[in-house]
């Protein structure tokens, strides 16, 4: 009975060491597919599962990710040598698919995509089909007529707003988590097909852009989906006064001269053709989240990049004056993805200027990765007008967000058990405290102490590379206390277990002499007297440690909203999905928000079906047919519009 909480203790050791290598075993089988729907040409990719990002490839990526990003790639700027690339006309929408004669003019946008199979493939799914008609759920009392259904087509042009793949950019990534999705669910028809743009994100970014180059600056053709862009940022008309601007600001978010120069240029050549232009901008990240006016001076902040850049071309604008050319440029909705939800912040009608200012500042990043929580985002914010350096700031109210807040704010305390989701980083941990106890049974020196910080030192490494750059001085404080804190409690556990503990008289049942062949192992290697608890050492030092971490980051997350993203990957959300839908006439645009509650077992349905045969069952399938039929779930519950905006011109 005794020796019972020994041998349990090693039980939970060894279930986490087997999940750790089950993961490890698991290979993922190649499917083959066609590229074509005359199946033609076949293509192989080998569909993967989301990234985890506390494993130790996941680690590695971040600790790759941040330093990389901040460096290197600031020196090493590809952005400034696609002025070699040759540039785009800013006609090629227009000229290659959609004539402005036409009464609508359809596009689709979507972000943050390749990550899990399953979540990726669900939204590409829905994104691809020709028609669809959605229920609607006028989820925030928006004062549209009352329409239960709204069937919408497939936009001429499919946007992606940044993070085509996770965790990086690379050939092999864009084939297994993008290319590889697309093409299952959209064979190339050999038609006059839709076009693909895209901005890069971060991700896409940290391999210096070189694949996302390959990718999307070849004028090729992914999936049944044209190609057209020269470069990673764009300008082109939607329709004779409407445009979509696609700006590259990733990483520090700032921009560079000749990116610059191309949207002036722009901006100088349609302010010649119209009075007035409207612009739909797409950004690297939603900088407004986070922006706080009082402290505009005194730290720095991404959204003056975006101010710097509306600024410029607004002047660009109005230089022409000097020249009997008047014209007025309007910014109504800024565009991104970058946070895995969908989130929205409307100016309040009633502001003077209302017409002249942006309108809408929209997040919709659900495009396949995990979700990020809405639960931070604050009711209102403050934000300044873009176009001029004063201090007068606009409100902004959250008008809509996918997920809700409540269900998100409790999705958090999964990190109450952490150390179980996360098996990988506790296994890492069981390394980890392998070498502490290691050092410290055999050394007699100081080595022996400060061997206890290792694990410490390890975790405010994490932390600190996490911790966003643009801090206030107070968060910057607050943010230095609590890694004191996880520092001292970390530090605390290694203490009590390695050197407290063991002498404890009670604790004697967890003597290591309990497995019989330990002593024998230790007379080998020659393990000094007095050593006498090193498996229980490990074992515990690793579990408390994990369960610390994970708490630290929920502690963290609810007394002062940091680490948003660590909060949201500890537990891998795969559903609550998103993607828009822009309708643009003479009068108006409209957007439409659409949700997708639970992602489909693409890899289950793999196991049972040929994915070739699956393309041929999509092709002449009616659309909620085939997910009734091979997912078991109601297609009109699980997708939704969520949403209508509607912008008059
Ligand atoms: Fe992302």
């Not at 506790?426 to 980890?432: A, H, K, P, Q």
Request: proline residues 3%; charged residues 25%; neutral net charge.
């Amino acid at each position: 009975m005794e020796t019972l909480f020994f041998y349990l203790l090693l039980l939970v050791a060894a279930a986490f060491l087997i999940f750790y290598f089950k993961d490890s075993w698991y290979s993922p089988k190649k499917v083959k597919i066609f590229k074509d729907i005359f199946e033609k040409y076949p293509y192989y990719f080998i569909p993967q599962k989301p990234v985890k990002w506390f494993d130790f490839t996941g680690l590695m990526n971040s600790f790759r990710m941040v330093s990389l990003s901040a460096d290197i790639l600031s020196i090493i700027d590809k952005r400034e040598m696609q002025t070699a690339l040759g540039k785009d006309t800013g006609r090629e929408l227009i000229e290659n698919n959609c004539d402005e004669s036409e009464e609508e003019f359809w596009f689709d946008f979507i972000a943050d995509t390749g990550d899990g199979f399953d979540a990726t493939t669900s939204v590409f799914y829905h994104l691809t089909r020709d028609s669809y008609t959605y229920s609607f759920r006028n989820e925030f009392d928006r004062d549209v007529e009352n329409e239960s259904e709204i069937k919408l087509k497939r936009g001429s042009v499919l946007v992606i707003g940044g993070d085509l793949v996770y965790p990086v950019g690379s050939e092999i990534n864009y084939r297994d988590r993008f290319k590889g999705p697309l093409r299952l669910v959209a064979p190339d028809t050999r038609e006059f097909g839709p076009i693909l743009i895209a901005t890069p994100g971060n991700h896409d970014w940290y391999d210096g852009l070189s694949a996302f180059f390959r990718l999307m600056c070849q004028r090729s053709k992914i999936s049944d989906y044209r190609t057209v862009q020269n470069r990673s940022y764009f300008a082109y008309s939607l329709r004779k006064n409407v445009h979509l601007m696609g700006i590259d600001n990733q990483l520090l978010g700032d921009i560079d001269i000749p990116q610059m120069t191309f949207f002036t240029e722009y901006v100088e050549k349609i302010s010649k053709g119209n009075d007035v232009n409207h612009v739909i901008l797409l950004i690297a990240e939603p900088y407004w989240y986070n922006y706080d006016i009082k402290d505009r001076h005194k730290r720095r902040q991404r959204m003056d990049s975006l101010e710097y850049i509306i600024r410029t071309m607004k002047e660009a604008v109005r230089k022409l004056e000097a020249n009997n050319i008047k014209s007025e440029i309007i910014f109504d909705v800024v565009l991104t993805g970058d946070i895995h939800h969908y989130s929205h912040y409307k100016l309040d009608e009633n502001v003077k200027g209302y017409d002249k200012e942006i309108k809408h500042y929209i997040t919709s990043g659900g495009g396949g990765a995990f979700g990020h929580i809405t639960h931070f985002l604050k009711d209102e914010i403050k934000l300044p007008i873009l176009q001029n350096t004063t201090t007068t700031e606009l409100k902004y109210e959250l008008d809509g967000k996918y997920p809700s807040k409540e269900k998100s704010g409790k999705k958090t305390f999964w990190n109450l058990i952490f150390f179980i989701i996360n098996y990988e980083f506790t296994v890492l941990l069981f390394f980890l405290s392998s070498i502490v106890a290691c050092i410290f049974c055999y050394s007699d020196s100081l080595l022996k102490w400060l061997v206890l910080l290792l694990i410490p030192i390890v975790f405010c490494f994490i932390i600190t590379k996490v911790t966003s750059t643009e801090c206030s001085a107070e968060e910057q404080w607050k943010s230095k206390m609590m890694r004191i804190a996880l520092f001292l409690l970390s530090f605390g556990i290694q203490l009590w277990v390695f050197a407290i503990f063991p002498e404890y008289d009670k604790v004697i049942f967890l003597q290591d002499s309990h497995l019989s062949f330990v002593d024998g192992l230790k007379n080998f290697f020659k393990v000094p007297a007095g050593n006498n608890y090193l498996i229980a050492q490990v074992i515990i030092s690793a579990l408390l440690q994990s369960i610390l971490f994970g708490w630290y980051i929920l502690a963290g997350y609810h007394l002062f909203k940091f680490y948003i993203t660590e909060i949201s990957s500890g537990k891998i959300n795969t559903g609550n999905k998103n993607f828009l839908k822009f309708k643009i006439t003479d009068k108006e645009i409209v957007i439409y928000v659409v949700a997708i509650r639970k992602t489909y077992q693409w890899m289950s349905l793999l196991k049972k079906k040929q994915a070739f045969h699956l393309q041929r069952e999509m092709l002449t399938e009616d659309p909620k047919k085939f997910i009734k039929d091979n997912f078991k779930l109601d297609p009109d519950k699980n997708v939704k519009i969520i949403d209508k905006i509607t912008i008059p011109l």
